[in-house]
């Protein structure tokens, strides 16, 4: 009996111990893969670094690449596109004027009636339309001629006090957010179709010609007084309001920048000198880059499988369209090296872009105790449930990363455009002039740690005196107002006597 009770016990006592040995080779495995998790997390955090000094290398070459662009055709990544607007809206315009926007799968049509200087902006109306999907594969003719008639619909519900006189033509500013070679303030070919648009007999073609010719068709007497993009909507809509607005930056799915220039300062403007002695830039400065970014595998595999490799580098690392991206790609290595979600990797992370830049925020902004709103979208998004509080810190610290790299770069380059206009430093014996940046976008608007980055950031890299001159304005929907205020400060009418 009592060798029974003895042998017993030996036996509970190494079943014990070999419990013990899994429990603890279990945790050994397990710390050695939150260990390796942690190493992939402060390897990333490493290669996104953008120390102060880093930052003024990338706002330099931003600042060459800008002269290279203005010094020839295809000098540059940056293309440093000739926009022919010479006159910015100078807050004195007045008079009602309409505005197309066309840069999706929907378009706007606005009407704006200016006030002048007392009034800025006294009322604006819009419509937005449905493009049919047939027409966007279509023909040229079928797509202006459906524009032209929307266009013509929303002209018939003006009121009867803003007819124009007999013999006087309603002006339009036309925002085509498509790549266009610009001919004239108002005319440019269409370069090539993006955004799911596919009309062949467009390419190559004016876009102020076809959208004309339908209006004509329909007896719509409207003239297009100026062909712009979104970018330089933003900028023409901030100098309305100041004008110590001398740029803008778009920052939201994709991004831009456009930028006052001296007229005598572009080598490759061989047309007369504007009377104004000034040109409105359009950079382009999505396609920007440099061996200063800080780029990591995530970035390069990103590139690699990207429609346009090679291309927008710049764009790839700042803009919303894919810094949630890049953080899904950073999760997928720590779930496959180092089983971060368990022993199998979730199928959701593997599909690219599934988590969205608003996601990511709403990770990135989550105050609540235990991070529930990360867990929730973890859960929600990529199926992964059962989320211990450390994982979520860990998504939340990634989120960090990305947006913190991309609001430093954003600001870094508009550190170039200061120094590209001499407005990085104080000269001796000057009085500091004050310097506005117009921004707009929905991840400027709404992803407030990257507006806040961004900002800082910028005051960060100039001079204590430089800093107090420069100020950062929200520019609200520069690709319709901007486009009427563009319509109205190159009127065909400036300077007649309407008596």
Known sequence: MGKVAVGATVVCTAALCAAAVLVVRHRMKTSGKWGRAMAILKEFEEKCGTPDGKLRQVADAMDVEMHAGLASEGGSKLKMLISYVDNLPSGDEAGLFYALDLGGTNFRVLRVHLGGKEKGVINQEFE??????????GS????FDFI???????????????????????ELGFTFSFPVRQ???????????????NIEDVVGEDVVGELTKSMQKIGLDMRVSALVNDTIGTLAGGRFYNQDVIAAVILGTGTNAAYVERANAIPKWH????KSGDMVINMEWGNFRSSHLPLTEYDIALDTESLNPGEQIFEKLISGMYLGDIVRRALLKMAEEADFFGDTVPPKLKVPF???TPDMSAMHHDTTPDLKVVGNKLKDILEISNTSLKMRKTVVELCDIVATRGARLAAAGILGILKKTGRDTVKAGEKQQKTVIALDGGLYEHYTKFRACLESTLNELLEEEVAKSIVIEHSNDGSGIGAALLAASHSQYLGVDES
């Open 140 to 143: 040229s003719e079928g797509l």
């Open 354 to 356: 599934i988590l969205r």
């Open 183 to 197: 001919t004239s303030i108002a005319s440019g070919t269409l370069i090539k179709w993006t955004k799911g648009f």
């Open 271 to 274: 047309g007369p000198l504007p």
């Open 148 to 170: 032209a008639s929307a266009l013509a619909k929303f002209v018939s519900s003006e009121p009867e006090e803003f007819h124009p006189p007999p013999g006087r033509q309603r």
């Open 128 to 137: 937005e339309v449905s493009i049919p999907p047939h027409l966007m594969i």
